[in-house]
Each structure stands twice: as structure tokens, then as C-alpha cells.
């Protein structure tokens, strides 16, 4: 029983080691597939080491160390150890492949866990890919629907031409006497649609003399015939003509050129009515008096001219009609008198003669003096004498008949104040230096007008050195008002004046001065009551300097528009009449693009880098391309802005597409009655990030802006440029102005960047070409961008919300300033890292397109000489021309001041001659304009929420800027 149960009890009892022994194994697997695997091997190595340690140890022991038991027998010991060692090393084996075992299926599980999550980051992209394309369709469903509504309001599209016929002869109840004449009751308005361009005829000078009563100077008609041919509203068909111009010139008298003619009034009369358009009546003709020498002829006095209107200088109280007939700038400025001074004389009419001809003005004359300094030498001069008139008689004419001639007449009382207060001027030093002649010295010519007026003492160019050194200049008008409306003499020294810088101050009562109607001569002279006389001297040191400058600079406005040639002249006068017709001017051309045709390739797709247009939140969709509005304010220009732009650059003779004054509407408009085209920021709620970026929102309607590239044998940089614009948004389309002297060969790749790339080669390899008014230019917003100019997205998008809040300015991004060169004097460029700039460099800068066409068309030839014969300094030309019209900085935006491009050869600008030519730039323009337009800023423009410290919640307008 003992034995049976003692051998029961151990086979349970091995059972149950087995079953421990089993336990312990599951265990230590659960163990190992629950736990780390670097944490198993870890704990493996200390088992090793510690059982490395133990055995090595145990066999290190000296002899008799380990003595068996005394109730155990010496081999029953060792078979037992070694029993133990090899069921270790069975267990070391069994885990080594457990752990092997499970090694390989965490290795499986991990490869699957990556691959479901490789699977589930495509899963992700595409649903947000789908996301971002329906909130795309969503925004170009907005777009359409937009779009929709507005072209249910069609613009109205330009009426054709309307022309007059010769069988036009509408009734018009006329005046009870000629005298009283209007443009309502004298002039016919039906051969002058508001859409026939204004076609003038003139009457052909050898079929108007054969006949003429009186001998008229060749010379001016020659003057005239060519000053005609170059002004656009000239025609050959007297048929269509809404405007008749009858030239009668200079009457040629054998008793002296200033002496008055002797001409038949009825004679003259008579041969008025026998033109052959005269209609009976002389509506709409314009009998246009010129003279060369004279100063007091005036041979259509008492003459009956009907419904013609009159242009000439000289006109008497009762022979001008208000509103109809136009009082003309003097000719020439030529002294006559004296035979002492004809070498004088003589020298001073060839350089007339070379101003009559010259259709460009005196921009480039290089004796008009510069209008700086505001104080010159002389606060005052006059040069003038009385009563030498000999026996020209002062002519009234009276409108019932009756001419009333008076002889040499006294001195009158204001005479004698003049002269005492011209004395006490001169004499008094307190107000600084005057130039103040009352008598001509006998060495000079004079050249007496009428009676009743000052004559002028000695020729042009005497004049104009004594003008050139005063900062203003006395003007006394007629002593006989009340006869004279205008004179030859007073015009005279008005185009002397302002032609010199020299301020004009008109004492007495305001004649008519050339186109009063429409100049504002306030805002170019002074006009000084005769009771002021005595405190002149006070009221003039007392103007501010800049009010002086300004004074100065509008005169040098007029004078460059209306006096300069005689074209100004005569197209100055026609814009009076087509000016009260309501009939715009004709539209400024564009230039013909020589467009080369190429193939584009489709660029790969590529990850956004940071700022570009798919990197931003929320960036709108592509839009199909729009042009920009033209010509929508076509009549507002001769109503409501007609005497504007009559006083401002660059005058009123031609029409623009758009200029960037146009007026802008109120805020609440675009959400009533006027939201045609605007697109406000959240539908005008407003907002930030991803709803600022849908939107271009601001005050202007929805736009496009066009991109011109100019480029110069660098066709890998040109072509990386473009591709980096690949869905840029709002670019309309991308022109490539190719001034290489090869054209681009067939195997360039040109990218598809999603909008037109247009390639324009030019007549000549110049850089004014980069301002060129190229005929696809279609947007009002221009970005100027040179090949090597690296800007992101956002940048190019930021500068364009920008530009569109300042339409009048440059916009961009590298700054530059013009420094004071105080060892040498005049001006320098400088590209220095500075806190206030004057330029933004046009290699990446918006402008708007107005300002290419006066660059090309109005601004001076010797600016765009000078950047072809340096080829350099188009963007300095740029910012004068933009600072001289606005009398405003250029706008600096981000904090970008130069451009790096890896790659490219070194460009011109890095040498020390780009720099010297620059400055020679700089002070040759200032030469031309007559001062230093550029204007000074300390300050740039970033976004509104830049360097804004924002709730978490909350999103800032762009992420990079």
C-alpha cells in the first residue's frame, strides 16, 4: 500500500510537474508575444549572462569545493546536473525559435499595419482631393451663376461712326444780329454725331487766296498746313466734315508789318460767303487769324462773318462773343522793331521757325531752365516801355456799325501809381532783388502793340535770360479794357512766362487769356487787382515755396501742351470746339504685337511648394480669362472732367481705354443697385483664410492682370519662369516680349500654365519695349516681371490686392531711393538697404497700362533715347514719368529687396557700369522734366494680419506673407 501509494503519489505528482512545466512554457510565449520585442531580448540577455556567469563560476571552484552529500552518492550528483544543464539548453533552443517564430509574424504584422495605412493616407487624399474639386465646382457654380446674371445686363456695344452727308443742312433759327452768336443758335449740331470723330476739313490754302482781299504770308500757311496734317481729326471729304477751318494768316502790308491792313469790310465779307461750304450763313466754319510779327492787326473787325466762329488773339470789347468764338495763343514770340537789332531779330525768328515745326514741343531745348530753385535771382522783373506806339490807333468796334478809331492817348492815372511803386521796389532791398525796366534801352528793339498796352523791350531770347532768373514776373493788361477783350502782346509775354518758369502776375482786370474757357490759368498765375500795386512786393515773398513749385510746374504743364508747337496750338484750338460738341477725342492706339506662333506641353504634376496657389487655403479657381472694361467713361471726359482734363497730364487730345482716377463706387452700391461684377470678402461678411482667399473682394470690380516677361537670350531661365506661373489665379495671360536678336526656335518646350502665353517679337532689341501699349494687352493691371524674377504665388497675388487699392502707383517689390550726391552735386542712384525708398525697380512691379501709353506716346523722346543708348534705366524712366503725374511714392510690398537665380549668368546690373549709367540716368531726366519728381517713403506694405498674434481658431490671410 505504502509502495503502491508512494508510486500513485509520484506519478500525480510528475503529472503535475508537466502540467506546471507546460504552464510556465504558455506563460512565457504569452509573455513574449504580449511584451516589446526589445524588452524580451533584454531580459533574455540577463538570463544568459546570469547563467554564463553561475556555470563558469560553478566549474571554477576548487577541488573538494563541492562535496556531495554524504547521503548521496558522487555520480548520482553529476547525472543529475547534467540532466539539469541539458534540459536548459532544450529550453534556451525552445525559446530561441519561439522568439524567432514570433519575430517573423510581428515583421508580417507590421508590414500589414503600413500597408493598410499606406491604403488609408490614399483614401484620405483622395476624399480630400474630391472635397477640395467640390468646393472648386461649388465656387465655379457661384462664378457661373454670376456671370449668368450679369450677361442678363449686356453692355451696350460702341455705335457705329455717323457721318454728316452734303445734303445735311438743318434749320436753325438764327440770332437777331451775328454778334450774339452761340454754339445753340449758330453752329449745326447735326453734321457732329457724338460719334463722328470730329471730322475737320480745311479749306486748301491755294483755292482760299486766289481770291482772298488781302495778301497773306506764306510762311504761316506753311506753318499750318503742316501743324493740320499731323492732327487726327483732319479729312479730305468736305461732305462728311463737321468742322470748316478757313486759315487767313497774316495780312501782308507795304506800311509795315505791325501797321493795319487796309481791307474792304464788305469785300471781305463777300468773299467769305463765296466758299464753297458756307452754306449761305458760315455755320460751322472756323475762321482761324494767325500772325507771325504782327501784334495789333485785326482784319476781321467790323467785318460780318455770320454764324462763323473766330480764333485769333486780338479781340476788341464788342467784336468777341462769349462761349463761341476762342481766343488764341500768340504764334510766334519774335520781337520786331528797330532796324539797329536785326541781327538779333533774324536770329531769334530761324529759331522760331525750327519751334514751328517741331511737333514734339521744347522738352529736350536745353535753355528752359529748371524749375528749381523756387526762389530765383530776381523776386520780380518787368521789361516794357509806354506810349511808343506811334501811329497805331486803338480801334473800338461797336456792333451796330460804327468803328471808333483813338489816337495816342495819355498817360492814365494808374500810370503814375505803376511807376512809383515799380521805383520804391527797386530802390527797397527788404524784399529782396528786382529786374524792373520802364523804358527799352536804345540798344534794343521794342515791340509796341496797341495803344493802351506796355510795349516789349528787346528780342526773345534778351527776354527770356532776364525771365529764366526771376521767380516772377509782371504782366500788365490793357489800360483800355473796356475796348480790348485780348491782346497779341499780353499773350505774348503769358508764353515767355511759363515757357521761362518765371510765375506771370497780371495786374489790372482779367482779360481773356488763350482757351479761358477751359484752362484754369488760377492754378498757373497770379491775378492782381491795380489797387494791390503798392503791397505787391509783400503778397509775393510771402508765398510759400511750394505753392511757387506748384505754380511753376502747372505752367510748364501748359506751356509743353498748348504753346510748345504750332500742332498744340491748332489741335488746342480744335479741342475748344470739339469740347463743347460733347465729342470724345479720338482713342489712343495700341501697338501691333508681332505674335510667333509655338506648342506647349503639359507640365507634370509636381507637390505645391510653400505660397503657391494650391499650397493656400481656400485659393479661388481658375477663371476663363476677362478683359478689363474699356472705354466706358467716354463722354464723362468732355462733361463732367473736361476742364479736369484740360489741367492735368496729358491734356485733352486724346481718349484712353481707362486711366487709374477712375471713380470708384460707395460700399453699400455693390450690394445695391450696382453689384454687377464685384465679388466682396464672404459675400460681405467678410473673413479670413480660406473665405479672404475665395474672394478679391475691395473696392473695384472683379479683374485680371497680365503678365509681360521681357527676355534676352536666356532661354532655359525664360522657360522656368513661365512654369512656375502654372495655375497662378487671376492671370489673364502671359506676354513674352522676345528681345533676342534670333527669334525662338521651334524645339522650346513652352509649358501649359493653364492660360496664353503669347510671344511678341519687336522691331528692335530695346528696353522701352517692356512698356510698350501691345495691342494683347487686355487688363488694366500689368505685372512688368524680368525672366529672373523668382516670386511665389502668394507674393504676386498679395501685390495685386495691393496694386488694386493704389491703381495710380507702382507697385512691387525691390525698393531703390535717390541719394544726394554732396561731393559732386546732383543726384545718384543707390540700391542700399535704406528706410525710405523713391523707385520700385519694374523687373517685378504692377503698373497700370495708362501709364504705358504715356510712356510711349506722351512722354519725351530724349527719356527714351537716353534708356537705348545705355540700354538701361527703364524702370527709373517708369518711376519719374508715375511719381510726375501722381506727385506720389511708389508702394513697396513684402520684404523682398533683391532676387537671387541660381543658374544665371551674371546679370549687367551687377557691374559698377550699370550703376554709373544710372546716375547719368538720373540726372539727365531731371534735365528734361525740369525737376526731381520722384517722392520719398518710410514705410511698406504687408498684409493686415501679418506678424498678428491669432486665436487658435482662427485663420490669417496668407500663410507665408
Same mark, same amino acid.
Given at each position: ?50 547563467? $554564463?556567469?553561475?556555470?563558469? $563560476? ?27 544543464? !541539458? ?28 500597408? *493598410? ?97 488781302? =495778301? ?60 464753297? *461750304? ?26 460780318? @462773318? ?105 498817360? =492814365? ?72 477783350? =485780348? ?98 477725342? @479720338? ?12 506648342? =506647349? ?155 496664353? @502665353? ?65 561731393? !559732386? ?137
Amino acid at each position: 500500500m505504502v509502495a503502491s501509494r508512494n508510486g500513485h503519489f509520484n506519478k500525480n505528482g510528475q503529472h503535475k510537474m508537466t502540467d506546471n512545466f507546460s504552464s510556465i512554457v504558455i506563460r512565457i510565449k504569452r509573455f513574449f508575444t504580449t511584451t516589446r520585442l526589445s524588452r524580451v531580448a533584454f531580459i533574455f540577455l540577463i538570463i544568459f549572462i546570469a547563467f $554564463h556567469y553561475f556555470t563558469h $563560476h560553478l566549474f571554477k571552484l576548487p577541488s573538494g569545493t563541492l562535496q556531495p552529500e554524504p547521503n548521496l552518492p558522487y555520480s548520482s550528483y553529476r547525472l543529475r546536473d547534467l540532466k539539469h544543464i !541539458n534540459e536548459l539548453n532544450r529550453i534556451k533552443r525552445s525559446v530561441s525559435n519561439e522568439l524567432r517564430d514570433l519575430e517573423g509574424k510581428r515583421n508580417q504584422i507590421q508590414d500589414d499595419i503600413s500597408l *493598410h495605412q499606406n491604403s488609408l493616407t490614399k483614401i484620405e487624399q483622395t476624399v480630400k482631393k474630391a472635397q477640395t474639386e467640390l468646393e472648386t465646382l461649388k465656387r465655379q457654380i457661384i462664378q457661373l451663376k454670376n456671370e449668368q446674371k450679369e450677361a442678363e445686363k449686356p453692355k451696350m456695344a460702341a455705335p457705329a461712326r455717323l457721318l454728316a452727308t452734303e445734303t445735311d443742312n438743318v434749320h436753325i433759327n438764327p440770332p437777331k444780329h451775328y454778334y450774339k452768336c452761340q454754339m445753340q443758335d449758330c453752329f449745326d449740331y447735326s453734321r457732329c454725331s457724338l460719334t463722328s470723330q470730329f471730322p475737320v476739313y480745311v479749306y486748301p490754302h491755294k483755292a482760299q487766296t486766289d481770291e482772298t482781299p488781302f =495778301s497773306t504770308t506764306s510762311f504761316v500757311l506753311d506753318v499750318t498746313r503742316t501743324a493740320f496734317q499731323s492732327i487726327p481729326y483732319m479729312t479730305s471729304d468736305p461732305a462728311v466734315a463737321c468742322l470748316y477751318v478757313v486759315v487767313l494768316g497774316e495780312v501782308e502790308s507795304t506800311s509795315g508789318a505791325n501797321s493795319q491792313p487796309i481791307v474792304d469790310k464788305s469785300t471781305m465779307s463777300d468773299w467769305l460767303h463765296s466758299l464753297p *461750304h458756307w452754306r449761305g450763313d458760315g455755320r460751322n466754319h472756323l475762321l482761324v487769324y494767325l500772325s507771325r510779327q504782327s501784334t495789333a492787326q485785326n482784319p476781321l473787325l467790323g467785318v460780318d @462773318v455770320g454764324r462763323a466762329m473766330i480764333a485769333q488773339t486780338n479781340f476788341a470789347t464788342g467784336q468777341f462773343r462769349f462761349g463761341f468764338d476762342i481766343v488764341m495763343p500768340t504764334l510766334t514770340l519774335v520781337g520786331t522793331g528797330q532796324q539797329n537789332a536785326a541781327s538779333e531779330e533774324d536770329g531769334d525768328k530761324s529759331n522760331m521757325e525750327e519751334w514751328l515745326m517741331n511737333d514734339g514741343g521744347l522738352w529736350s531745348d536745353d535753355d528752359i531752365p529748371l524749375q528749381v530753385p523756387a526762389m530765383r535771382d530776381f523776386l520780380l522783373s518787368f521789361q516794357g516801355q509806354w506810349g511808343i506806339a506811334g501811329e497805331i490807333p486803338l480801334s473800338q468796334y461797336n456792333p451796330e456799325g460804327k468803328v471808333n478809331v483813338e489816337k495816342q492817348p495819355s498817360a =492814365s492815372p494808374f500810370y503814375e501809381i505803376f511807376i512809383e511803386s515799380l521805383t520804391l521796389m527797386k530802390d527797397n532791398k527788404l524784399h529782396g532783388k528786382f529786374h524792373l525796366e520802364t523804358k527799352c534801352p536804345e540798344d534794343r528793339i521794342a515791340t509796341p502793340g496797341y495803344s493802351s498796352e506796355w510795349a516789349l523791350c528787346g528780342s526773345f531770347s534778351s527776354r527770356a535770360s532776364i525771365l529764366s532768373r526771376s521767380t516772377f514776373t509782371l504782366i500788365p493788361s490793357s489800360d483800355k479794357l473796356d475796348l480790348l477783350i =485780348s491782346t497779341s502782346l499780353l499773350t505774348a509775354r503769358i508764353g515767355e512766362a511759363l515757357r521761362s518758369g518765371a510765375i506771370p502776375v497780371i495786374i489790372g482786370r482779367k482779360e481773356m487769356l488763350p482757351f479761358s474757357e477751359y484752362i484754369e490759368w488760377e492754378k498757373a498765375a497770379l491775378f492782381i487787382p491795380q489797387a494791390r500795386i503798392t503791397e505787391l512786393s509783400f503778397l509775393l515773398i510771402n508765398f510759400p515755396h511750394a505753392d511757387i513749385l506748384a505754380l511753376r510746374r502747372q505752367g510748364r504743364f501748359l506751356y509743353d501742351t498748348y504753346f510748345s508747337s504750332a500742332r498744340y496750338l491748332l489741335e488746342g484750338m480744335l479741342s475748344v470746339v470739339r469740347t463743347r460738341l460733347q465729342i470724345p477725342p @479720338v482713342a489712343v492706339e495700341d501697338t501691333t504685337s508681332d505674335v510667333v506662333p509655338h506648342k =506647349s506641353f503639359k507640365i507634370d504634376e509636381h507637390d505645391p511648394a510653400p505660397g503657391d496657389a494650391a499650397s493656400e487655403f481656400g485659393m479661388p479657381p481658375l477663371e476663363p480669362p476677362t478683359a478689363s472694361l474699356r472705354f466706358v467713361r467716354n463722354f464723362t471726359g468732355v462733361t463732367m472732367d473736361a476742364r479736369n482734363n484740360w489741367n492735368n497730364i496729358p491734356g485733352p487730345f486724346s481718349l484712353f481705354p481707362s486711366v487709374p482716377e477712375d471713380r470708384i463706387l460707395p460700399t453699400d452700391a455693390q450690394f445695391i443697385g450696382s453689384t454687377d461684377g464685384f465679388r466682396p470678402i464672404g459675400a460681405g461678411e467678410g473673413g479670413t483664410g480660406r473665405i479672404f482667399q475665395e474672394s478679391l473682394g475691395g473696392n473695384c470690380r472683379k479683374e485680371q492682370f497680365t503678365i509681360v516677361l521681357l527676355t534676352y537670350e536666356r532661354d532655359e531661365v525664360l522657360l522656368q519662369a513661365v512654369e512656375r506661373l502654372h495655375d497662378l489665379p487671376y492671370l489673364n495671360k502671359v506676354i513674352v516680349v522676345w528681345n533676342s536678336p534670333s527669334p525662338p526656335q521651334d524645339h522650346l518646350r513652352w509649358p501649359d500654365i493653364g492660360v496664353e @502665353v503669347v510671344v511678341i517679337t519687336p522691331e528692335k532689341n530695346s528696353l522701352n519695349n517692356r512698356f510698350m501699349p501691345w495691342d494683347q494687352i487686355e487688363t488694366d493691371a500689368v505685372l512688368s516681371l524680368d525672366d529672373d524674377a523668382h516670386l511665389r504665388h502668394d507674393e504676386i497675388l498679395f501685390g495685386f490686392r495691393v496694386w488694386r487699392q493704389s491703381r495710380n502707383r507702382v507697385v512691387g517689390f525691390p525698393g531703390r531711393f535717390h541719394a544726394w550726391d554732396i561731393r !559732386n552735386g546732383g543726384w545718384a542712384y543707390n540700391s542700399n538697404y535704406t528706410c525710405e525708398l523713391s523707385m520700385v525697380l519694374t523687373g517685378a512691379a504692377f503698373i497700370h497700362k495708362y501709364y504705358m501709353y504715356l510712356y510711349t506716346y506722351w512722354m519725351p523722346s530724349p527719356i527714351r533715347d537716353t534708356v537705348d543708348e545705355f540700354m538701361n534705366c527703364e524702370d527709373i524712366a517708369m518711376n519719374f514719368l508715375v511719381s510726375h503725374m501722381t506727385r506720389q511714392p511708389p508702394v513697396k510690398v513684402t520684404s523682398r529687396w533683391t532676387f537671387r537665380c541660381p543658374g544665371c549668368p551674371m546679370a549687367l546690373s551687377q557691374s559698377q557700369e550699370h550703376f554709373e549709367e544710372r546716375h547719368k540716368c538720373i540726372n539727365r531726366f531731371v534735365k528734361v522734366f525740369g525737376y526731381m519728381p520722384l517722392v520719398f517713403t518710410q514705410f511698406r506694405v504687408d498684409s493686415i494680419l501679418f506678424k498678428t498674434r491669432l486665436p487658435h481658431d482662427k485663420q490669417k490671410c496668407f500663410k507665408f506673407i
